[in-house]
């Protein structure tokens, strides 16, 4: 149980006025509970030559990664500076943080293949073939709602809302791949979601599937969807790096080996992927 000190709740009080987004205010107090809990005390009563050596402690001690240390730095500068008003310290200054800039995991179109042949259940094949056709995130895939496909415009598209950053987007999307959604959301005729939870009923028993899913609340979770790729990974004997984003990687690398750029909003950047070559079918 976390112990309620008054700084803390200060911060939260000033993380929420921010228009960040939900999971990064999470994140933000999160960090300052974690720095409370190493020193056992309120965190507005440490100096900064302590909050130095708890820097030197995630990075030496705990290994922290490039991004895990920058949201530790971030949130308690903010807590420090602008939650608490402190001046003249420079620790924050002095923690430089460099990120690698390594090239992204990217799978050869006969490795998609492979990984989406191995999905069994139809729910999570529907998604992880639309993440790859269409080069989305996890999170954006299973949030889709059944108005956000636009299959009887000219081109169609999808309408991928609050994505990264809060930001929407559309996205093309070739007939096939409607058709093919379309045949999925028939098994289940759920009127908000793409992918509903089959945990989300109204009521479950001798319920079947179907109606499970017909009548689920929310979405399918984004760990259940990358706990099938995890499998049909193993399955498929394809890369044990390679992770659900990898499909994003792989649609823009394998866009980009067409010709077509990936900022390139008309359909044919979607058609493309879905016409593969003979020895590569999807």
């Not at 028939?186 to 109204?202: E, I, K």
């Not at 390139?264 to 020895?279: I, N, V």
Request: hydrophobic share 35%; proline share 6%.
């Amino acid at each position: 149980m976390h112990i309620t000190y008054p700084s803390i709740t200060q911060f939260q009080q000033l993380v929420e006025l921010k228009d960040y987004r939900q999971p990064t205010k999470k994140e933000y107090v999160r960090y300052v509970r974690k720095l409370a809990a190493h020193f056992q005390c309120d965190p507005a009563t440490l100096n900064e030559d302590q909050l130095r050596q708890y820097f030197l402690f995630l990075r030496q001690e705990k290994h922290y990664s490039p991004s895990l240390m920058k949201g530790a730095k971030y949130s308690l500068l903010c807590f420090y500076v602008q939650c608490l008003k402190v001046k003249g310290w420079s620790v924050f200054q002095e923690l430089r943080i460099a990120e690698p800039r390594t090239l992204p995991l990217v799978l050869s179109r006969a490795e998609v293949q492979s990984v989406l042949a191995a999905v069994q259940e139809p729910r999570f094949r529907a998604c992880l073939r639309l993440m790859y056709h269409c080069g989305l995130r996890v999170g954006e895939a299973v949030s889709l709602r059944i108005h956000d496909i636009h299959g009887r415009e000219n081109p169609p598209r999808l309408h991928i809302r609050d994505a990264k950053g809060g930001k929407d987007r559309y996205v093309p999307i070739a007939a096939p791949m409607i058709e093919e959604l379309r045949q999925w959301w028939r098994t289940h005729r759920n009127r908000t979601f793409l992918f509903p939870c089959p945990d989300c009923g109204r009521s479950k028993g001798a319920l079947a599937l179907r109606q499970v899913l017909q009548h689920s609340a929310a979405p399918m979770s984004t760990s259940s969807v990358q706990l099938a790729y995890r499998l049909a990974r193993v399955a498929g004997g394809v890369n044990p790096a390679s992770t659900t984003h990898t499909l994003r990687h792989s649609y823009a690398t394998h866009l980009l080996e067409e010709g077509v750029s990936v900022r390139q909003s008309a359909s044919t950047s979607a058609m493309s992927l879905w016409t593969p070559r003979p020895a590569t079918r999807i």
